[in-house]
């Protein structure tokens, strides 16, 4: 292959192929295995993705991408950003470590779990730094340094990646008041200092610093800082440094970026190709330019040609040498290897090639640098020219269109949109006929999936037992949830969800315009992997989807039996999209498709239907330009999937781990009767909205964390319900708990839960 422009390679996924790392972590929290054999395991995966990109021809492969949970934490702990709370953990960095992402109860320790929430627009989840006023910075962790010195000894000259300064502090959140977190940075910057020190007398010779913030909308304070700092970075290290921006547009930071003393500057040319022209006139004749043109947050080959014209301006502009070929963002979104998809019943050949994993998304970087570089081989041009022909097969294909389903969507009028009555009119209708006490208590909607329920999928899938004794058996496991919730006095009850596998996939396999992987694995927190399914073509519902489940426990029950959706952004935010038409009008179809599913629940009987919403936070712009259009559409799209129902029937959503205190009225224009929210990591901040904002309809704020092993006290959760009451009419409150909880053991969703109904039972007689 003939050497062409530079590669470079923001970030590698860290969970292996298989899953190796989710294995062997969830392996050593439950004592299965050593911390030794954690470590190896890491050290593998490791030395595997250094080696893949090696062997490809990558230029700049990256270091301290790995991580056993989320990058954010790594760089807290880096700069010893503690919580007190964790203080008598210190003695042990690994247990320290793991008790910040998820808490820890037991051996006389109780200490809750740092926030989390969403990076970016993203359906990754990063842990979030907390600072105090008088907060302490100090070098505390040598991970960087250590993952750049055993690649080294594998012969592999890396770059490490740290997330930058002001990044970093923007990241996080004041748990005081009275100081802003930017006003650390004098504190911070000797720290980072260090840090880079460190990997300089290491022999590391570039840096990459990730600057996403630089792609949003920054005030004139940051911009200054963003001067300062980098002015004092370069003053400290001779290490080359990459500035790394990504998910958008540079837009009016083009300049301030292009200004700053770094070696590189990496844009994302897949969200916006747009920016290119301004950083080209603005970009210093001394900085390379890494021109992000390999989507790393989607599974669609790239068009090749497409990247080569960008390529080529870049190159007339700057010169080959200044030139490098990069993946839009790190490749943490998206699987590693299409190759592991051998069933073509789950994937067909014909969708299959118009598709690229992180492998071929590597093996893109190299061919287009080898194009672009002027001395293409033959074997080269003959893949371009096979690109293209893929490339225009997805778009005239037959599998991708659907009139009839155009043509509904399209039909669609304003009257579609909204429920029959206002809420004050429906909340009497609903209290009339379900008849709840005060402080109604639910779920959000699965229940644990054990490994016995989940060995029953693996044994139905692979043809063990019969789909007859596959339905006997998650019938009873879902009689017996049934039974459980009546015992302790659950208000509205849910089946559990036994039947499926994730709350996307088990949806987007019952739909038209969606197809699936078998090892399509991406992280989404710690070692929770979701397998996003595929949306390529037109979206329609053929037949009911969750009608037969719902039924079914409704008959084991005279108490409500929710209904139990996820809603069409959802679906739309947590799938790999197709990207030949507006993400509003796949949204719009798959909208009518769950519209069509909640009719027939109530025709069915069902009187609660939850339509969950998780994402419809992490699906808004960056930019806060692009919000409205946005939000007027996902909102719509919300309301067009539950407006068909009476005004009996009671609508609930669910958004969790996502701040959405700017967007609040947006929330209210969803109309849900009944919205439940991610609340107990942050103790209830994300309530505070609601002192000036007056939230028209019902709310169940989370009183406890379901992605924490620790079980809440009955004070701890009647406390949290009590500030709760501070902004919410009791008549409106519901207690419940942050997500579903189908990752825990039941143990503890026991205990909890059981907690949960005695502190609802306890405000009842306080509001008695």
Same mark, same amino acid.
């Given at each position: 292959m003939s050497k062409g422009l530079k590669t470079n390679v923001l970030g590698f996924p860290r969970v292996g192929a298989g899953r190796e790392l989710k294995k062997a972590e969830e392996a050593f929290w439950a004592g299965k295995i050593t911390r030794d054999e954690l470590e190896a395991t890491a050290r593998d995966l490791r030395k595997s993705n250094w080696q893949r990109q090696q062997a490809a021809g990558i230029d700049l492969i990256p270091s301290n991408d790995f991580s056993f949970y989320d990058q954010v934490l790594d760089q807290t702990l880096a700069v010893g950003a503690i919580p007190e709370r964790y203080n008598s953990l210190k003695g042990d960095a690994l247990e320290?470590?793991?008790?910040?992402? *998820?808490? %820890?109860?037991?051996?006389?320790?109780?200490?809750i779990a740092m926030e989390m929430t969403?990076?970016?627009?993203?359906?990754?989840?990063?842990?979030?730094?907390?600072?105090?006023?008088?907060? *302490?910075?100090?070098?505390?962790?040598?991970? /960087?340094?250590d993952e750049y010195k055993e690649a080294k000894a594998l012969g592999i000259e890396t770059k490490p990646v740290i997330i930058g300064p002001i990044t970093f502090l923007l990241l996080g959140k004041e748990k005081e008041a009275g100081f802003s977190r930017l006003d650390l940075i004098d504190r911070l910057l000797p720290?980072? /200092?260090?840090?880079?020190?460190?990997?300089?007398e290491a022999g590391a010779q570039w840096v990459q610093l990730d600057e996403p913030f630089l792609a949003l909308d920054i005030d004139d304070q940051v911009k200054k800082l963003y001067v300062r700092v980098y002015q004092e970075l370069r003053r400290q290290t001779r290490l080359k440094i990459v500035l790394t921006t990504y998910f958008s547009g540079l837009l009016d930071?083009?300049?301030l970026a292009a200004g700053l003393p770094v070696d590189a500057l990496h844009i994302d040319l897949v969200r916006a190709p747009q920016q290119l022209d301004a950083v080209l006139a603005e970009l210093p004749a001394n900085v390379a330019?890494?021109?992000?043109?390999?989507?790393?947050?989607?599974?669609?080959?790239?068009?090749?040609? %497409? #990247?080569?014209?960008?390529?080529?301006?870049?190159?007339?502009?700057?010169?080959?040498?200044?030139?490098?070929?990069?993946? #839009?963002?790190? $490749?943490? *979104?998206?699987?590693?290897?299409?190759?592991q998809e051998k069933n073509e019943q789950k994937l067909p050949a014909a969708i299959k090639r118009w598709m690229a994993f992180t492998y071929q998304k590597v093996q893109e970087l190299a061919l287009l640098s080898e194009l672009a570089g002027g001395s293409a081989s033959g074997a080269a041009k003959q893949q371009l020219a096979q690109n293209q022909a893929d490339i225009a097969d997805r778009a005239s294909s037959a599998l991708i269109h659907d009139a009839a389903v155009k043509q509904r969507a399209a039909a669609v009028s304003t009257k579609d949109y909204d429920r029959l009555s206002a809420y004050p009119e429906r909340a009497a209708k609903q209290r009339a006929r379900l008849k709840l006490p005060l402080f109604p208590t639910t779920t959000i909607g699965s229940f644990p999936q054990t490994k016995e329920v989940r060995s029953w999928r693996a044994k139905a899938r692979k043809g063990e037992i019969t789909a007859a004794e596959y339905d006997r058996l998650l019938k009873d496991e879902t009689a017996r949830t049934v039974r459980w919730q009546e015992e302790i006095g659950l208000d509205v009850l849910v089946h559990g969800e036994f039947e499926r596998n994730d709350m996307v996939e088990y949806f987007g396999e019952q739909l038209k315009g969606f197809t699936f992987t078998q090892n399509g694995w991406v992280q989404s927190y710690g070692s929770r992997c979701v397998k996003p399914p595929v949306i390529f073509g037109d979206v329609s519902r053929p037949v009911p989807m969750t009608v037969e489940w719902s039924k079914y426990a409704q008959s084991l029950t005279q108490k409500p039996m929710k209904g139990m959706l996820t809603g069409p952004v959802t679906i739309l935010e947590? #799938?790999?999209?197709?990207?030949?038409?507006?993400?509003?009008?796949?949204?719009?179809?798959?909208?009518?498709?769950?519209?069509?599913?909640?009719?027939?629940?109530? #025709?069915?009987?069902?009187?609660?239907?939850?339509?969950?919403?998780?994402?419809?936070?992490?699906?808004?712009?960056?930019? *806060?330009?692009?919000?409205? /259009?946005?939000?007027k559409w996902a909102v719509d799209s919300f309301r067009l999937s539950a407006a068909g129902v009476k005004d009996e029937t009671q609508i609930h959503t669910h958004m969790c781990y996502s701040e959405f205190n700017d967007i609040i009225e947006h929330i /209210?224009?969803?109309?849900?009767?009944?919205?439940?929210?991610?609340?107990?990591?942050?103790?209830?901040?994300?309530?505070?909205? $609601?002192?000036?904002?007056?939230?028209?309809?019902?709310?169940g704020p989370g009183v406890y964390d379901i992605h924490s092993a620790r079980v809440p006290s009955v004070?701890?959760?009647?406390?949290?319900?009590?500030?709760?009451?501070?902004?919410?009419?009791?008549?409106?409150?519901?207690?419940?708990?942050?997500?579903?909880?189908?990752?825990r053991g039941w143990e503890e969703t026991k205990a909890a839960l059981v907690n949960m109904l005695a502190a609802a039972k306890q405000l009842r007689k306080e509001n008695a």
């Open positions: 320290l470590y793991f008790a910040m992402a *998820h808490g %820890q109860q037991g051996n006389g320790k109780d200490v969403k990076w970016f627009d993203t359906n990754y989840h990063y842990i979030v730094p907390e600072f105090v006023k008088d907060q *302490h910075f100090a070098l505390s962790s040598n991970k /960087a340094v720290v980072y /200092a260090a840090q880079l020190k460190a990997l300089e930071n083009t300049g330019l890494s021109l992000g043109v390999v989507d790393g947050r989607n599974i669609w080959k790239n068009n090749l040609q %497409q #990247s080569l014209d960008l390529i080529a301006k870049a190159v007339a502009r700057l010169g080959a040498d200044r030139v490098w070929v990069a993946g #839009s963002s790190s $490749f943490l *979104h998206v699987p590693y290897d299409l190759e947590w #799938s790999f999209v197709r990207n030949d038409q507006p993400r509003s009008e796949t949204t719009k179809q798959i909208a009518l498709a769950i519209r069509d599913e909640v009719v027939d629940l109530e #025709s069915a009987g069902i009187q609660v239907i939850q339509i969950d919403e998780p994402a419809i936070r992490e699906g808004l712009p960056l930019r *806060h330009a692009e919000w409205d /259009a946005y939000l /209210a224009r969803m109309d849900a009767d009944v919205i439940t929210i991610e609340c107990s990591r942050s103790q209830m901040e994300l309530l505070d909205v $609601f002192r000036d904002f007056r939230y028209p309809n019902e709310i004070d701890e959760i009647t406390s949290l319900l009590r500030k709760a009451q501070a902004y919410i009419p009791t008549e409106r409150l519901w207690v419940n708990p942050d997500c579903g909880l189908k990752t």
